[in-house]
Structure formats: structure tokens, C-alpha cells
């Protein structure tokens, strides 16, 4: 009797178990982890508009050669992914005979836009992250800027992976596409929009 009246109550095991858990959660909430961007499994959307009398903008997707994802607590703190710009596949309906997808195609791959042939890859690095914002290093055409990515979310799924979505806007100045016709470049808008989805694996 004496030595189980010494043991530790119902309601003191309670409360150790409680905190055992607490402590587990924590512990989770507070892990980094690092994910591979499965490349199938992500790409990024591109648009861009046409301005003056007859507004209509073109869209598409480009894909993904590699990458990588840092959370903490679920959060994420950092990143860096490589893209194909060999890829570029517009998905709008705005062609016609005289205006082929195909001659989008080889204007956007052009060595006076993206010069596909003389910088194949492009590449996004976050060098930190506030909220749901993000600053990245932006290289394209060899050239790199600091953008900003915006409405950052990642999102746990049931098989273990996790997608990360934002939103970028750049200056597509700044990075020397531009058309050599200056009446022709005026009439594109300077900002090319960029919607990043990307999903990865735990290493």
C-alpha cells in the first residue's frame, strides 16, 4: 500500500503524458527539412501582355530541371530552382496563319528575347524569406536581379511531398528581351508574369 501511494497519481501520469506530447509537437513544428523538386510534378506559368489598340496577352508554361526546398516548422526559409528555356510552350489560343504559335515560339527563343541558344537554363535562388514574401536572386540571359515573389504558400500533402506556390513579376528590360524594332517593343508589356509551382520529395 505504502508503495503504491508513492507512485505518481492518475492525474500526474495525465499531465506527463500531455507534455510528452507537447514536447513531440514542438520538436515537429520547429524541424527543418529539405525537399527535391520533382520536375514532372512542377513547372512554371508565364504570361505576357500586349498593349495599344488591340490588347490581348499570350501564356504558357515552362518546365523544371531541378531544385530544392527548405521548410521549417512547415514554413518556408529558402529554395533554388533551374528551368528549361528550351521549354517554352505557349498554351493561349491568340494565333492565327499569318501569326503561328511557332513564330511566338522562335521570337520569345530568340538571341534578342531570351537567347534560348546562348543561356539554355534560367535559375530563381530565395535569399530570404518575411511572411509570405520571398527576395530571390533572378538569372536569365545571364544577367541577375533581385525580385520579389509574393502570396508564398506551401501546402503538405497526404503522400509526404509538399507544394510550394508564389507569384513573380519582372521587368523583362532588365534583362535585355526586349524587340530590336523599338515601335514593336512598346507595344509588350515590360512585365512578364510568373505563377511557380513546385512539389517535392523529402531527401
Known amino acids: 500500500v505504502i508503495l503504491v501511494s508513492c507512485g505518481p497519481s492518475a492525474a500526474e501520469q495525465a499531465a506527463a503524458r500531455e507534455k510528452a506530447v507537447a514536447d513531440s509537437i514542438a520538436v515537429a513544428a520547429g524541424k527543418e527539412m529539405t525537399y527535391s523538386i520533382d520536375p514532372a510534378a512542377s513547372a512554371v506559368k508565364w504570361e505576357g501582355n500586349m498593349t495599344g489598340v488591340k490588347a490581348y496577352s499570350h501564356n504558357g508554361i515552362l518546365k ?9 516548422g512547415g514554413i518556408l526559409i529558402g529554395g533554388e530552382f533551374t528551368a528549361d528555356m528550351k521549354s517554352i510552350d505557349p498554351k493561349d489560343n491568340g ?4 501569326h503561328p504559335r511557332e513564330g511566338l515560339i522562335g521570337h520569345l527563343s530568340s538571341a534578342a528575347f531570351f537567347d534560348v541558344a546562348g543561356a539554355p537554363t534560367s535559375s530563381l535562388k530565395i535569399t530570404s524569406v518575411e511572411g509570405n514574401t520571398a527576395t530571390a536572386e533572378l538569372t536569365l540571359k545571364n544577367k541577375t536581379n533581385t525580385e520579389k515573389i509574393t502570396d508564398v504558400v506551401v501546402t503538405p500533402n497526404a503522400d509526404g511531398t509538399v507544394t510550394a506556390t508564389g507569384n ?22 515590360n512585365d512578364i508574369v510568373l505563377s511557380v509551382m513546385l512539389t517535392g520529395k523529402a531527401q
Do not use: C, I
Open 64 to 72: 523544371l530541371v531541378s531544385g530544392s526546398l527548405m521548410t521549417k
Open 95 to 98: 494565333y492565327s496563319e499569318e
Open 168 to 189: 513573380l513579376a519582372f521587368d523583362r528590360q532588365k534583362y535585355g528581351a526586349s524587340w530590336t524594332n523599338p515601335a514593336k517593343d512598346m507595344v509588350l508589356a
